[in-house]
């Protein structure tokens, strides 16, 4: 794990050097691990190009991830190992009780199998397009629906996730979320619940997030966090 980490610290610090881009910059990292050994980790950054900003115009989006986890193939577990960086050019947009947005990008995956899986072509180095679309209504002044959505088209992996939160008397917000994710050779299902919003301080934001992974092998318990702040 070493290397990986040392992999997302370079990509922080790319990250948080800020270049000429518009005000209103957005850095955003987390974590999330399974009882089962599964593990995800993430670094990334939105920069809203010259006359846009993040809830109006074109955002570049920077992100880097970590990835493993396991999957039966006959009578073998196999380990797999995913490495991504990926740049994306998106359009965001907002109104009085809503956001979203929509990207289109490349990603460059580095993904190791042991054992090797002859069943599974998706091992090695690889370029590919991804699409990515996100937003939030707000249905009343205390409840709010989120959508995010990815799906990677070489390997035909996909990532969904809808919470439905509610406010809290601090301002937080917490409910229930559901995800989905998978690719040509796995597919899982958490369900969990999700608090976020949590202030750590004037500009980082905390969210927090545990519940139970679902998928072909077994039943396992997640947890996660996600930390986020303008810059």
Same mark, same amino acid.
């Given at each position: 794990?070493?290397?990986?980490?040392?992999?997302? &610290?370079? %990509?922080?610090?790319?990250?948080? @050097?800020?270049?000429?881009?518009?005000? +209103? *910059?957005?850095?955003?990292?987390?974590?999330?691990?399974?009882?089962?050994?599964?593990?995800?980790?993430?670094?990334?950054?939105?920069?809203?190009?010259?006359?846009?900003?993040?809830?109006?115009g074109f955002v570049l989006h920077l992100w880097a991830d970590y990835q493993t986890y396991s999957y039966a193939a006959g009578v073998i577990d196999i380990d797999a190992e995913i490495k991504g960086l990926s740049?994306?050019?998106?359009?965001?947009?907002?109104?009085?009780?809503?956001?979203?947005?929509?990207? &289109?990008? %490349?990603?460059?995956?580095?993904? @190791?199998?042991?054992?090797?899986?002859? +069943? *599974?072509?998706?091992?090695?180095?690889?370029?590919?397009?991804?699409?990515?679309?996100?937003?939030?209504?707000?249905?009343?002044?205390?409840?709010?629906?989120?959508?995010?959505?990815?799906?990677?088209?070489?390997?035909?992996?996909?990532?969904?996730?809808?919470?439905?939160?509610?406010?809290?008397?601090?301002?937080?917000?917490?409910?229930?979320?559901?995800?989905?994710?998978?690719?040509?050779?796995?597919?899982?299902?958490?369900?969990?619940?999700?608090?976020?919003?949590?202030?750590?301080s004037k500009q980082w934001s905390m969210g927090l997030k545990a519940g139970l992974r679902f998928d072909e092998n077994d039943t396992a318990?997640?947890?996660?966090?996600?930390?986020?702040?303008?810059?």
């Open positions: 794990m070493h290397k990986q980490f040392k992999f997302l &610290l370079l %990509v922080c610090f790319f990250s948080l @050097s800020k270049p000429g881009y518009a005000d +209103g *910059n957005l850095f955003l990292t987390g974590a999330e691990v399974t009882s089962d050994s599964a593990t995800y980790l993430y670094v990334g950054t939105a920069l809203p190009l010259p006359g846009s900003n993040l809830g109006d740049a994306a050019l998106g359009y965001h947009g907002s109104g009085e009780d809503n956001w979203w947005d929509v990207r &289109l990008g %490349v990603i460059r995956s580095d993904i @190791s199998l042991s054992p090797n899986d002859p +069943g *599974n072509d998706s091992a090695g180095t690889d370029t590919s397009l991804k699409y990515q679309m996100e937003g939030e209504k707000r249905l009343s002044a205390d409840f709010k629906m989120l959508g995010n959505f990815e799906y990677i088209f070489d390997r035909s992996a996909h990532w969904t996730r809808a919470r439905f939160l509610s406010r809290n008397d601090d301002n937080t917000y917490d409910g229930p979320e559901i995800i989905y994710q998978g690719d040509d050779s796995y597919s899982a299902w958490q369900l969990g619940w999700a608090l976020t919003e949590m202030p750590l318990v997640y947890a996660g966090i996600e930390l986020s702040t303008p810059y």
